[in-house]
């Protein structure tokens, strides 16, 4: 009897462990943690702080300062960089301020940006900033003279290109978020969809014993192959262009002795 009780006890210790555990472990897999909000930014490239695709970033910061992130790309990706600067609201910020987001490849080469507003001008008055930068698909391969984006590590810097000087220093807050859309790894226009030269058809082969018997009339009738022309381009002899060949040497001939007995003895000649 004690040992019946002792199973039984067992039995609902173990059920009611599971049952709290359920939610953990939905389909034999531990459910994956909430990702942190990341409250740190690199001064350079060296110190840049990684960031997860959908990650959040939120930090404060001052005026005039350098701020890096890098996250990581796969081939196929199209990453979205979304940024929110809160600017001061005192007295000591005067004059606007433009803000710009640049994005960096593993070697360093500045990324283009397809969409979103990459620089900001923010006037005295403004409490935000936004800015966003949507780069290239990511792609598995390129040519080597060409900048195009391939997976690897980039990195977001963000600064104020135009900034007061009475506005050097002054707290601000920055929020990040970085969205990658997967799709086809194959760049644009990789796959011919029409051959550039139209196909040729020289018609169809008939097989020996299917063809017609030759009419006479037909053979007679049939054209015959032009003959040899003889003109001044043809080369056969005799033709027009020998007897002109002949006669200008001749005449080259008779002009070179008589031009040579004119500069040689003038006196001939004048006398």
């Known amino acids: 009897m004690r040992v019946t009780r002792l199973l039984s006890l067992s039995i609902a210790t173990a059920a009611l462990a599971l049952a709290t555990a359920g939610p953990a472990f939905a389909g034999g897999k531990a459910s994956p943690k909430p990702r942190t909000t990341i409250g740190t930014a690199g001064t350079s490239f060296l110190t840049a702080t990684t960031v997860q695709p959908g990650q959040a970033a939120r930090l404060s910061a001052s005026t005039g300062d350098y701020l890096y992130w890098s996250f990581a790309a796969a081939a196929g990706q199209t990453d979205r960089i979304a940024v929110t600067i809160t600017l001061p609201t005192d007295s000591n910020r005067l004059g606007a301020s433009t803000w710009n987001v640049e994005v960096f490849d593993g070697l360093r080469r500045r990324q283009a940006c397809t969409a979103g507003p990459q620089t900001v001008t923010a006037q005295s008055g403004a409490a935000k900033v936004s800015l966003q930068c949507t780069l290239r698909q990511i792609r598995s391969w390129a040519e080597p003279w060409s900048s195009d984006p391939l997976p690897g590590t980039y990195f977001v810097r963000l600064a104020a290109a135009d900034l007061p000087e009475q506005g050097l220093g002054l707290p601000i807050d920055v929020r990040l978020r970085i969205s990658a859309k997967h799709g086809n790894a194959e760049p644009s226009g990789a796959h011919l969809k029409a051959p550039l030269s139209p ?65 040689r003895h003038p006196h001939r000649w004048f006398s």
């Open 199 to 263: 196909a040729v058809n020289p018609g169809a082969t008939v097989a020996p014993d299917a063809m017609p018997s030759a009419d006479p009339s037909a053979v007679s009738s049939a054209p015959k192959p032009v003959q040899r022309a003889k003109s001044w381009f043809s080369f056969s002899w005799p033709s027009t262009r020998w007897w002109w060949t002949i006669g200008g040497g001749v005449l080259a001939a008779v002009a070179g002795v008589a031009g040579y007995s004119l500069t």
